[in-house]
């Protein structure tokens, strides 16, 4: 099965060094360390079985080869994407390409009609998958393809234990979940060691956090219920006549993942016609079958899904300031939300909301925190001007990881051929709009 996109081009990235080659050294220009970036040579030694160490200053004579010199990147934890859909055609090296090393997926058919992607020999750059299982909606006939099938309440547990069996740690709970049993199916899903996220209806967050949910996805869902917000042109609108500070409320502690990515591509897509500049026709044809994108928007409608995205962007800076837990992720594949770009994109778009670069980088951050001296998670080299870029201004200009170390191999994408566009459908040009901003 093409889940890691065996079946299109493959994308243009090489496994460049083995961790047969282990232990083997890597020079870097700086370190992105819990504290900040830190410009100053230093060693990473790659041990193989995973761990690396690493070490302020030149390589020294002795020791294991240098194998790699790259004096303008900076070594960084590698990301993770708290909110994926995984589906066959996924490129997901192209996760890889950016420095994104571990999804969670939220939703898809992964472990029944798609294989769960993983890794079939070292040189496979396919990141780790963290499964959610079937989605939770409402009972009776499915309206997704990717949501359960029940009918009674006392069948939950048999979902559960099914979504377990195909390998979920994850469940997600979709908007028309019956609200009054979000407490049971989460006693249920904690007692077998699952967490459980949900997508809310508008109006239903206060609910399902009081009902003990581990994670809310959406700001967009943090809407409350009235007004006509059924669907999303309504809910756009609320958002853009939002006036006050009443809600949403969302009390500290709270998970969140807001994908404010999703509406900002929202807008530049609609603005220009929904061409998806730069997608591969596959993938862009896919998008236009949805019916958010299968038709112009009016101007009211794309002023009010960029008038939305800003309330959204503040909001969310204000409750992760009150102390709502930030959680990273793109809700990849969204129209014009691309793998590894997404994450990127969805960074960006939080520290122009206002958040600190540092604190934004280590939500997604795999290991929620810094590199250290050793290790053993995937560690992506960033260009130090990039990250620097980042840090200071929060701008970070969406381009691939330098390389990427990942299960002791090193990972390096072809820079250049994404840089100056695509000559065969295999990589993405560099978009414009994605510094637009919403803040
Ligand atoms: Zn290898
Ligand atoms: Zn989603």
Redesign the pocket.
Known sequence: MPHNGSAEAPARIHHSLCRDNAPYRIEVGGVLTASGLVRHKHVLTVLGNRRWLLRRGAAEPGGPPVLRRFPHAAAAPALADA?V?LHAGMRLADFVAYGVCQVRD??STAGTELAVPVARHCGDPVPEVVLGGPLLDRPGKPRLNIAARWNRHDELPAVLDAAIGRGASWIKLYAQFPVDLIGTVVRQAHARDLRVAV?PAPGDAPAAIRAGVDEI??AACLAPRGDGVGGAHALHRRWAQRSDDSWPDVPAGVRLCP?LVVQHRLAEEASRSWSFPGADPGTAAFWRGMRLASRQWTDQELRNCRAASAEMASVVARLVRQGVHLVVGS?TP?PGVLPGRGLWEEMNLLVAAGLPPLEVYLAAAVTGSGLDAAGDEPVTLLPLASLASFEAEGRYPVEPAVATVLRGCLFVPDRLSNRHGDRDGNTLPAQPGTDAGVG
Do not use: A, F, R
Request: charged content about 20%; hydrophobic content about 10%; cysteine-free.
């Open positions: 909110h859909h939220l939703g997508h996805e959406h994908t809700d969204n």
